[in-house]
């Protein structure tokens, strides 16, 4: 039972365009959403969350949009950089944060210079 | 730089055999999470830690088993290891009882079991 996906595996996009992420997720009770990123051989780092009782937070060249009513988010990236190549994981939680995450399969960004 | 810190790195096992996996949170933090990572996949919650006693737990069989000490390190102990078990194993830590807590987590130990 996937109830956070990903459906996009991969993604390549231009340096200096917009980069564009997608997540679904099936369970009503998350009500907090986190986007992390992963390089190789190391641990997700925390790129920027999002509360259910917004639909939008921006950070730098980060923007996460939540549409709740189609159980969607997405997180915009402009402009890319080739630093930003990396997996980039979708993670969903209850209570605030406060309870375990679920996380998506991951998709993997690729900046093309 | 996190600030969570995971012990060893990487570790190879026999099947059968068991291992132990530490973990130290970030300063501050009083819950520690533990996830393993299959290729490919995302990471999968296996049980949580606050206040020294476990506080959820994931679809993980009894012989994956962890401690909380009072400083809010961690160990994660695996009995009876199983070739399945061969993962990216993370602890994360976090600040239960706030509100919009994010999880933080440790670069990780890749555990292989031949």
Known sequence: DQQVKQNSPSLSVQEGRISILNCDYTNSMFDYFLWYKKYPAEGPTFLISISSIKDKNEDGRFTVFLNKSAKHLSLHIVPSQPGDSAVYFCAASANFGNEKLTFGTGTRLTIIP | ?114
Not at chain 2, 53 to 79: D, H, T
């Open chain 2, 1 to 114: 730089e996190t600030g969570v810190t995971q012990s060893p790195t990487h570790l190879i096992k026999t099947r059968g055999q068991q291992v132990t996996l530490r973990c130290s949170s970030q300063s501050g933090h009083n819950t520690v999470s533990w996830y393993q990572q299959a290729l490919g996949q995302g990471p999968q919650f296996i049980f949580q830690y606050y206040r020294e006693e476990e506080n959820g737990r994931g679809n993980f069989p009894p012989r994956f088993s962890g401690l909380q000490f009072p400083n809010y390190s961690s160990e994660l102990n695996v009995n009876a290891l199983e070739l399945d078990d061969s993962a990216l194993y993370l602890c994360a830590s976090s600040l239960v009882g706030r509100i919009n807590t994010e999880a933080f987590f440790g670069q990780g130990t890749r555990l292989t079991v031949v």
